[in-house]
């Protein structure tokens, strides 16, 4: 776990370290290269950014069972680990948080039934936390709509006309239904009242659409140092971010052009889109939209009640927006 970013939050950095030895002692798993590489996926300098949430919220009730609490963090890292796995696979990555994918030690078959596995452990972390059946329907309906976002980028792929609003809701169920799971969960777990469970998943939505328009930012901005990924890899495999979406609509005759070329472009084309989308305010207005998500976050969270774990939400919430400002 990366200790620099929960510096700021010493109660909840104590949960997550403690919730990393859980996890490693969960993901025991018999084939030995794949449980080198989940090991690793999961100490190597991951934020724990949903769990983190998850215990946040968890603060606004009065049941603080330890175990029970764990379990429901753990289900959300298992989560979250099992799609990074099948991502690596789609998009053939090598590196992620600078080391190995699963699928460069094993193949993308093996990367498959790893990621297949750890859903497994997902639902037996949920059986452990759950109260009752609507705690597990939550967490089945959360993991479809997941699935859903995936399976919908494939219908986006290459697609120079896609919209702003198809982005948004590709995003929504691949990555801030997640961030809404983890808020609503941790206060739901915890028995915080109801209006505050609904307020939570509202925040984490926000919060999940701008942590990935920031992150989509980033394959124009960032290096590899920084995110721990190839930049451009979103180009190389036919997805359109936003900050690309944002060029196409004032840029419809070179970027179509490059884009044509699909899996044909080289590493100068790569570049030109690179500065084709700077060139055309791309990255600004995207991270102009993040920046309204995480407002529109902050608001929702002046609704919570005053005590101390709305202020950390509210310093962790600026923080995400920031992280590689």
């Known amino acids: 776990m990366s200790q620099s970013f929960w510096a700021a939050f010493p109660t909840i950095q104590k949960q997550l370290n403690s919730l990393q030895p859980y996890l490693l002692q969960q993901a025991d798993i018999k084939q030995t ?5 989940v090991q690793q996926l999961i100490t190597h300098g991951g934020k724990y950014v949903r769990a983190g949430l998850f215990y946040l919220f968890s603060q606004f009730g009065s049941a603080q069972d330890p175990q029970r609490l764990q379990a429901g963090a753990a289900s959300i890292e ?3 680990l099992a799609t990074l796995i099948h991502d690596d696979v789609i998009d053939d990555a090598p590196v992620r948080r600078n080391t190995a994918t699963v699928q460069t030690a094993v193949g993308n078959r093996g990367a498959i039934y790893a990621g297949d596995l750890l859903f497994t452990l997902y639902f037996d972390e949920v059986l452990k936390a759950a109260e009752s059946f609507d705690d597990i329907a939550t967490n089945t309906k959360a993991m479809r709509a997941i699935l859903e976002g995936e399976l919908a980028q494939y219908d986006l792929n290459f697609n120079t006309n896609e919209q702003v609003d198809e982005y948004l809701r590709e995003i929504e169920g691949k990555t801030a239904r997640l961030f809404a799971l983890a808020c609503s969960e941790g206060a739901k777990l915890a028995h915080a009242p109801e ?8 925040i984490g939505r926000s919060l999940g659409l701008a942590y990935q328009i920031q992150d989509d930012v980033l ?10 990924k190839p930049v451009m890899e979103d180009i190389r495999t036919g997805v359109y971010a936003l900050p690309l979406i944002f060029a196409l ?48 976050a902050l608001l929702d969270i002046d609704l919570l009640p005053d005590q101390p774990a709305k202020k950390l939400i509210q310093h962790l919430t600026k923080k995400l927006l920031k992280r590689f400002s």
């Open 33 to 37: 290269s794949v449980h080198q590489r």
């Open 78 to 80: 298992f989560l979250h």
């Open 195 to 202: 209006i505050i469970v609904e307020t939570a998943e509202q």
């Open 219 to 228: 394959d124009y901005v960032g290096d590899m140092s920084q995110i721990r």
């Open 249 to 296: 609509e004032t840029d419809q005759g070179e970027l179509v052009q490059l884009l044509e070329k699909r899996l044909d472009l080289t590493d100068a084309d790569q570049q030109r889109i690179h500065d084709l989308v700077l060139a055309n305010d791309g990255v600004t207005r995207a991270q102009t939209m993040a920046h309204e998500l995480t407002q529109q």
